[in-house]
Antibody, heavy 120, light 111 residues
Framework: EVQLVQSGAEVKKPGESLKISCKGS????????IGWVRQMPGKGLEWMGI????????RYNPSFQGQVAMSVDKSISTAHLQWSSLKASDTAMYYC?????????????WGQGTLVTVSS | QSVLTQPPSVSAAPGQKVTISCSGS????????VSWYQQLPGTAPKLLIY???KRPSGIPDRFSGSKSGTSATLGITGLQTGDEADYYC????????????FGGGTKLTVL
């Protein structure tokens, strides 16, 4: 069974750094792209970017370029999303999702989400 | 404001049929496949339709998708109370820089 399991909820202060994770299992992790999607409270889905674990090729939504960084650790089948300096406006649910191809918006498996709360 | 336009809400009675529209442009829906997602309250999105009209394994044939030009439609027949959820369309957009775009979401109420 394909599964993406994300790290737990985080509560941070503005200016702090954060790295959340997404661990894949039940499939060959390096053969599928992993995308990240933000959902702010009561709002819709926003695509942040996508990374290919096979070679770490990554593409960002221009709206998120420079605000976050995606990475992978193939040895443990885990993708990461990180912030160097959080803002209150980063408060949201973050999902990772699997895609078979770049240019394909069909994300067939999703993590359960990581809730990030940034508050002073 | 989302790149893809969906109605904020739709409603219908149990057993009835409903359609949800998704309007885009030539740089997104016009030249790329469309996917549809169902997000039940408090849960992660779930892929319902991919490549405009294909259903992943396990998705009942009550759900269907179609595309014409720069618009796409999700159809749901035999509505059940368990179908109450938010529905999102998504596709790639190749304007400026290639990235995935989603509709703003449609809240389905089964009366």
């Amino acid at each position: 069974e394909v599964q993406l399991v994300q790290s737990g909820a985080e509560v941070k202060k503005p200016g702090e750094s954060l790295k959340i994770s997404c661990k894949g299992s039940g499939y060959t992790f390096t053969n599928y792209w992993i995308g990240w999607v933000r959902q702010m409270p009561g709002k819709g889905l926003e695509w942040m970017g996508i990374i290919y674990p096979g070679d770490s090729d990554s593409r960002y939504n221009p709206s998120f370029q420079g605000q976050v960084a995606m990475s992978v650790d193939k040895s443990i089948s885990t993708a990461h999303l990180q912030w160097s300096s959080l803002k209150a406006s980063d408060t949201a649910m973050y999902y990772c999702a699997r895609s078979s191809a770049y240019g394909d918006a069909g994300f067939d498996s999703w993590g359960q989400g990581t809730l990030v709360t940034v508050s002073s | 404001q989302s790149v893809l336009t969906q109605p904020p809400s739709v409603s219908a009675a149990p057993g009835q049929k409903v359609t949800i529209s998704c309007s885009g442009s030539s740089s997104n829906i016009g030249e790329n496949y469309v996917s549809w997602y169902q997000q039940l309250p408090g849960t992660a999105p779930k892929l319902l339709i991919y490549d405009n009209n294909k259903r992943p394994s396990g998705i009942p044939d009550r759900f269907s998708g179609s595309k014409s030009g720069t618009s796409a439609t999700l159809g749901i027949t035999g509505l059940q109370t368990g179908d109450e959820a938010d529905y999102y369309c998504g596709t790639w957009d190749r304007s400026l820089s290639a990235h995935v775009v989603f509709g703003g979401g449609t809240k389905l109420t089964v009366l």
